[in-house]
């Protein structure tokens, strides 16, 4: 594959960062995953926005506009002929304060109609910048994902040691209720994703009950069905949760597949508005 690399596009395999580079050294980087369609970063701005947000948390000046970096992935996107794809932008830092930009594009892997989880335990401070952040700075999740992935499952959800479910290792969760639905509040050190984000406005415009809140596990027993969110597979239904030795199961709700619809019109929508700036054929 070619990626972007510091204003170039060139093969993986040329791809060299130095050593001095604090992502390297210390996890002190960002990055953002994009789906893109049709040529188009879905949701551009938010990512932006929140790449943005984030250097600024961080104390990681990055002053570089929204314009260009569209047009680096655009780069990408015609170098390895694409139109749909993930997309990942790395954005790190030397100790001398240069920045190395990373952008890579693979082509969308076909989803399941389901995600299976496994619950894995994890003491976490609520307030660190590894979690509410998307850091380079990943390890936890790494192994987390890996573990979940070794035992038959799509992804891990962690769970904080009072038994409280957070968020997966690269996902937002979201239980469907009797009368509501509920999902981790941001302090918990959840991640403020795009998707979930884009979920929360849609049941508010729909006049669907929502709660953030501290969802404790016994929530599972409850629950009437799963639901998990990110960029790359949008909204998706979770079949099972294996907590400890227990497992639950959960049928696809109407509510979810309601849901599902409504967020695929607004990705539509978003394609619709920016299908004029499209490069790649």
Same mark, same amino acid.
């Given at each position: 594959? #070619?990626?972007? #690399?510091?204003?170039?596009?060139?093969?993986?395999?040329? @791809?060299?960062?130095?050593?001095?580079?604090? %992502?390297?050294?210390?996890?002190?980087? !960002?990055?953002?995953?994009?789906?893109?369609?049709?040529?188009?970063?879905?949701?551009?701005?938010? =990512?932006?926005?929140?790449?943005? =947000?984030?250097?600024?948390?961080?104390?990681?000046?990055?002053?570089?506009?929204?314009?260009?970096?569209?047009?680096?992935?655009?780069?990408?996107?015609?170098?390895?002929?694409?139109?749909? @794809?993930?997309?990942?932008?790395?954005?790190?830092?030397?100790?001398?304060?240069?920045?190395?930009?990373?952008?890579?594009?693979?082509?969308?892997?076909? #989803?399941?109609?389901?995600?299976?989880?496994?619950?894995?335990?994890?003491?976490?401070? %609520?307030?660190?910048?590894?979690?509410?952040?998307?850091?380079?700075?990943? @390890?936890? %999740?790494?192994?987390?994902?890996?573990?979940?992935?070794?035992?038959g499952f799509n992804d891990a959800l962690y769970v904080s040691e009072k038994n409280e479910l957070i968020e997966c290792t690269r996902a937002n969760v979201f239980l469907v209720m009797e009368d509501k639905i509920i999902t981790p509040l941001l302090e918990s050190g959840i991640l403020s994703g795009v998707t979930r984000t884009k979920i929360i406005e849609i049941l508010q415009r729909d006049g669907m009950e929502l709660e953030e809140k501290n969802v404790h596990s016994l929530y599972l027993n409850k629950a009437k069905s799963v639901f998990i969110t990110n960029a790359i597979v949008g909204?998706?239904?979770?079949?099972?949760?294996?907590?400890?030795?227990?497992?639950?199961?959960?049928?696809?709700? %109407?509510?979810?597949?309601? !849901?599902?619809?409504?967020?695929?019109?607004?990705?539509?929508?978003?394609?619709?508005?920016?299908?004029?700036?499209?490069?790649?054929?």
């Amino acid at each position: 594959m #070619l990626v972007f #690399l510091n204003g170039q596009v060139i093969n993986e395999e040329d @791809a060299k960062i130095p050593i001095s580079d604090l %992502s390297y050294q210390f996890g002190y980087g !960002l990055f953002e995953t994009i789906r893109c369609e049709q040529g188009i970063p879905v949701f551009f701005e938010e =990512h932006y926005e929140r790449l943005t =947000h984030s250097a600024k948390e961080i104390g990681m000046t990055f002053p570089v506009e929204q314009e260009e970096i569209k047009r680096w992935i655009k780069n990408v996107l015609t170098a390895n002929k694409l139109s749909s @794809a993930r997309v990942k932008i790395i954005i790190s830092k030397r100790v001398e304060e240069k920045f190395n930009v990373l952008v890579m594009a693979s082509p969308l892997e076909k #989803l399941p109609t389901s995600y299976s989880l496994m619950t894995y335990t994890l003491g976490r401070d %609520s307030k660190s910048v590894s979690f509410r952040h998307k850091t380079t700075s990943r @390890a936890d %999740s790494y192994v987390a994902y890996k573990k979940a992935n070794e035992q038959g499952f799509n992804d891990a959800l962690y769970v904080s040691e009072k038994n409280e479910l957070i968020e997966c290792t690269r996902a937002n969760v979201f239980l469907v209720m009797e009368d509501k639905i509920i999902t981790p509040l941001l302090e918990s050190g959840i991640l403020s994703g795009v998707t979930r984000t884009k979920i929360i406005e849609i049941l508010q415009r729909d006049g669907m009950e929502l709660e953030e809140k501290n969802v404790h596990s016994l929530y599972l027993n409850k629950a009437k069905s799963v639901f998990i969110t990110n960029a790359i597979v949008g909204i998706m239904p979770v079949s099972k949760v294996k907590f400890d030795d227990k497992e639950y199961d959960f049928s696809r709700d %109407s509510i979810v597949t309601k !849901l599902k619809n409504a967020y695929d019109v607004c990705v539509q929508e978003y394609l619709g508005k920016h299908i004029d700036s499209v490069v790649v054929q």
